[in-house]
């Protein structure tokens, strides 16, 4: 099938967010498309005029050049290796995740001089309350904890920006607080806000005591920089309550060189992540981007890591930028927290870290030499990794493994990947291996200087040499793998 290209070069500016239809079953993707190293801020604000307008009307194949953002006392901040949060950085984004609807019912209005307030506005709201931060930036006074963290405790309770700017309403930390946001009830949202400057975590998603779980947490439009530890965390309470069917969307998570000074170094060398799941089952992790969660001493854990018995995870149309790990299920070969499941679906298998788990359509990219491996299985069971693009370039370790899976409880799918090296450790099987590219040539994409990954009509040894595989989602473009053969990559080429 003959093809040629009709893509234009895009423009430079920050990242539009864009009006979109968003499929709500958790195993249909939204649509998105943005260049790896478009805007770190995934949701960075516009222009007021411009912040809830799709300029492009939903085209593919245009490009956005909108500018905004800042750091929260108005400099551009340097990033140095890293990469600054709000850098002017090439951007394409054809599709994009619209704001919220507008909130119904009980709602609250705070601004920042509520600041020290807002542990008991937050605490004490009654069940499906919203409350709404007007737009500034929230620094607290007090030093202790209970007077800064903020415990959400009833159900339906939203935290989200009143005028749907991410980077104008902004909870910083300062490195004393040690968790910003704590989830305790089901059915919460957190949405379209800054958090920055956690001690350890910026949002920890955990199950009360003598709970026996939380379902539905809902992470939308955030902008996440600089946590001590994993930026979302989430776990049991350790009496068998777990955190199930929650989402991390349309968010940026990203790092700079000053956030790495106050990562914590005492658990590990380097104790930092995006997000940090155990035993959770249903979470989707969808169109976002991380950048640069590294460490220059120690190996920071993943960008997306989902382990201690975690299942049915969706991982999809994200993309990661200069990240030590990048997606990652199961974790080494045992632990006293892993969760197990009455139906005991593997019942064969002696310790599976993750169950059933798919990362599809993701682009990781990777130019540094602190960075270790772009897709980790470590004892999945039954997972699949379909369409990715894991990109690196000679800068990077030469250890880098774009696909690594270890340890006998592994047993994976692994079809249509673009790569440079795909390893297996330790006694781990494929079900499926095929149909991947290893040493992809950078001359297959469009521009891989400016971190377009689009197929180029060139690039025939991944146009149409795919493998129909079931649940193949998306591609970067919001485009199905269905034009003729499927492409290998995360881009399906069309004229």
């Known amino acids: ?248 969307e349309c968010s940026s998570l990203s790092m700079t060189d000053d956030g790495r000074t106050h990562v914590d170094t005492v658990s590990t060398d380097c104790y930092t992540g995006g997000i940090d799941a155990h035993g959770s089952r249903g979470w989707v992790v969808r169109q976002n981007r991380m950048e640069a969660i590294f460490c220059t001493i120690g190996l920071a854990e993943h960008a997306i890591h989902f382990w201690s018995g975690t299942r049915d995870t969706l991982v999809e149309n994200n993309f990661i930028v200069n990240c030590s790990r990048g997606i990652g299920l199961g974790l080494g070969t045992g632990g006293t927290t892993t969760r197990t499941y009455p139906d005991n679906p593997y019942p064969d298998v002696s310790y599976i870290g993750d169950y059933d788990g798919l990362i599809r359509n993701n682009v990781i990219y990777s130019d540094n030499p602190y960075i270790d491996t772009g897709i980790g299985l470590e004892n999945a069971h039954g997972a699949r990794v379909y369409h990715n693009t894991v990109f690196s370039t000679p800068a990077a370790t030469g250890l880098y493994s774009s696909i690594d899976y270890r340890f006998p409880g592994t047993l994976a799918d692994i079809r249509n990947n673009l790569t440079y090296r795909i390893t297996a450790r330790d006694g781990a099987a494929a079900s499926y291996l095929r149909a991947n590219v290893e040493q992809t040539p950078a001359s297959d994409f469009v521009d891989p200087a400016a971190f377009d990954f689009r197929l180029r009509p060139s690039a025939t040894d991944a146009i149409d040499k795919g493998e129909v595989v079931p649940n193949s989602g998306l591609d970067i473009v919001g485009r199905p793998h269905d034009y003729g053969p499927p492409d290998i990559g995360a881009h399906e080429y069309r004229p």
């Not at 019912?105 to 069940?127: F, H, K, Y």
């Not at 309770?157 to 989830?183: F, H, K, M, P, Q």
């Not at 947490?217 to 955190?243: C, H, M, P």
Request: proline share 7%; aromatic share 4%; net charge negative.
């Open 1 to 248: 099938m003959a093809r040629q290209s009709a893509w234009p070069r895009e423009c430079i500016g920050k990242l539009l967010v864009l009006s979109a239809n968003i499929p709500t079953d958790r195993d249909r993707p939204l649509w998105i498309a943005i260049s790896p190293l478009a805007a770190v801020l995934f949701l960075a604000a516009c222009p007021a005029s411009l912040s809830r307008t799709d300029v492009n009307s939903g085209n593919p194949d245009s490009g956005a050049l909108p500018d905004s953002g800042g750091n929260p006392d108005g400099g551009g901040g340097s990033s140095g290796d890293g990469g600054s949060p709000d850098g002017g950085l090439l951007a394409w984004a054809p599709f994009s995740c619209p704001p919220l609807p507008a909130a119904t019912g009980t709602t609250l209005r705070v601004g920042p001089a509520q600041v020290n307030d807002l542990a008991g506005i937050v605490s004490g709201a009654s069940p499906d309350t919203t409350i709404l931060f007007d737009d500034g930036i929230y620094r607290w006074s007090g030093a202790d904890e209970a007077s800064r963290r903020l415990n959400i405790r009833a159900p339906g309770v939203t935290l989200r920006s009143a005028s749907g700017n991410a980077a104008a309403v902004i909870l910083d930390g300062e490195y004393v607080t040690n968790e910003i946001i704590n989830v305790l009830a089901s059915r919460v949202t957190v949405a379209e806000i800054t958090l920055m400057h956690a001690k350890d975590h910026l949002i920890h998603v955990t199950p009360p005591s003598g709970s026996s779980g939380i379902t539905s947490t809902k992470l939308y439009g955030l902008r996440l920089i600089d946590s001590g530890q994993q930026f979302v965390k989430v776990n049991s309470n350790l009496e068998d309550g777990w955190a199930d069917d929650g989402s991390l």
